[in-house]
């Protein structure tokens, strides 16, 4: 691989944003995630080979550590930072068409919820397999994940609740979007939801962490 691409991936595994990032210590002083991508635009590289060769493994690798408990959320949060400033820089390419994403992932965090560290890091992974985030944040209402589907038609939907309390406003969104575009794909996840939740509600895959949600999406789009 080019040694461009090889300095990116490990930046990004290890969370390093830029030159001035005092984060990872063993890295300090170092050019970062933003660097490498304009280096290795401006020698050339295609942009769709830096996604794939270089960003979209480091996050494999940061996600199957993430999953094995060899890193925790800091370390996920901070590799997930540097794929972003990467991304800004790729942006102009995935909006002039020149590469294709592979689908569009709309997330968002249930009615009456606010806790969105881990939708963040599911739509950072997935974002990182190369597919178009919609993020609607969070306290999101059936009505606004429906206008979102109406307007990315085939995109797949994933709510994540973190309360007991809202894991009925998830089921009521399930029955809504099943009611109004019953084709949808239905992600759910969170602490206090699991498989038997996800099929008695009648979604479609249930995740416990961002890696396996990552593998289900890629499963059921291959
Ligand atoms: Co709150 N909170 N909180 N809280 N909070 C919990 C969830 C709680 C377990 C703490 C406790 O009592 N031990 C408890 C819920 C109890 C329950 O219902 N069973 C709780 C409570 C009660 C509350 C309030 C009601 C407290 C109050 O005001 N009395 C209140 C509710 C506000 C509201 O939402 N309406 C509240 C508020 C908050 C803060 C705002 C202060 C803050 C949220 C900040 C934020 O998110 N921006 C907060 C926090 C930080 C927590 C804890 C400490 C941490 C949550 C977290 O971010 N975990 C939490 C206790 C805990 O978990 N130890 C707690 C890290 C994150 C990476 O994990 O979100 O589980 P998690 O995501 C995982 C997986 O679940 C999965 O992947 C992620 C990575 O592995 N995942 C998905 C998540 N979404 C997914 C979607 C997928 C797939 C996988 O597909 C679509």
Redesign the pocket.
Known sequence: MDLLLEKLLEAVEFGKVDKNSPYPPQLKGQDGAHEHTINAINSGIDPKSILEDALIPAMGRVGKKFSENKIF?PQMLMAAKAMGTSMVQLKPFFTTGEIKTKGTFI?GTVK????????N??SMMIEGIGWTIVDLGVDVGSERFIEALKNNPGAVV???A????TMVNMEETVTEIRKQLPETTI??????VNNDFCQKIGADFY????QK?VENLKSFAS
């Open positions: 959320v997330i009456g919820d606010l806790h969105d560290i881990g939708k890091l599911v994933g709510l994540s973190l309360l007991t309390t992600f759910i996840g969170g602490a206090p995740a416990p962490n961002p949600a």
